[in-house]
């Protein structure tokens, strides 16, 4: 579960169960309508209408969703659209970042948040005053390479063009540690954890460096194995474009 989306639930009442779920639902609807333009479905982009009231748990999915909303146009060499940095922009203002359960989870947050506002950075509606640039990730020497894996998968969100930090230099240096949790995830049969990562090695592999394992078979398994959650998919597709614009 993505790291905004597992505290915004957890922080519900347990009575609301029912909006629990209609929020979760939102979701899996908003990563499938990202993944049908992503894959040249015509009109696929249109998340909302103008003219009216997004609803909450849209808004809530569009919050989820963060700088992969904008994937089929980053994807594609071009700039990230109005419409939709107008919606996430609403959804920010809906729903500010919540109180994370933990100080690791707090710097998740702030740097999936920090990916959102480099995209909207480049559109009209992006802050005036951008907030400050998160603390550093410990790398897999403080962290073991297992644990600092799972930090980098639920970062997967950065790993796109036009995206640049500490946490992409991080990537960069430490391929191995990135493919050894790819493996590992595979073995234990997380295959939401591999495909994140194998994202991550795609990306590293776009930016022109060697790959330590070899991902296409990793991407090739986990459509096998048919993974039904449409965020999976989503981050499935965008893994094997990065791969794809690879130098040859």
Request: glycine share 6%; no cysteine.
């Amino acid at each position: 579960m993505p790291s905004l989306l597992k505290e915004y639930l957890t922080t519900m009442p347990f009575a609301e169960t029912p909006l629990r779920d209609e929020y979760a639902a939102a979701v899996e609807r908003v990563a499938g309508r990202t993944l049908d333009a992503l894959r040249g479905a015509e009109g696929a982009a249109a998340l909302a209408d103008p003219d009216t009231a997004a609803p909450r748990p849209l808004l809530a999915a569009v919050r989820v969703l963060g700088a992969d909303l904008f994937t089929p146009q980053v994807l594609a060499g071009a700039e990230p659209d109005g419409p939709t940095a107008a919606l996430l922009a609403e959804a920010r203002r809906a729903f500010p970042a919540p109180a994370p359960a933990s100080a690791e989870a707090a710097l998740v947050i702030a740097w999936q948040d920090r990916a959102v506002d480099q995209l909207l950075a480049r559109t009209p509606y992006g802050d005036a005053a951008p907030a400050a640039e998160p603390s550093p990730l410990p790398g897999p020497a403080d962290l073991g390479w297992q644990s600092w894996s799972v930090r980098m998968a639920q970062l997967s969100v950065l790993a796109l063009p036009g995206l640049d930090g500490p946490v992409h230099q991080a990537a960069r240096s430490d391929t191995l540690a990135l493919a050894r949790g790819t493996v590992r995830s595979m073995l234990r049969r997380d295959f939401t954890t591999a495909v994140r990562l194998g994202r991550w090695l795609a990306w590293t592999s776009a930016e022109g460096h060697p790959l330590r394992i070899e991902v296409e078979p990793i991407l090739d398994r986990t459509r096998l194995v048919g993974i039904s959650a449409v965020r999976t998919r989503l981050e499935l597709a965008i893994a094997q474009r990065l791969l794809e614009s690879s130098p040859a």
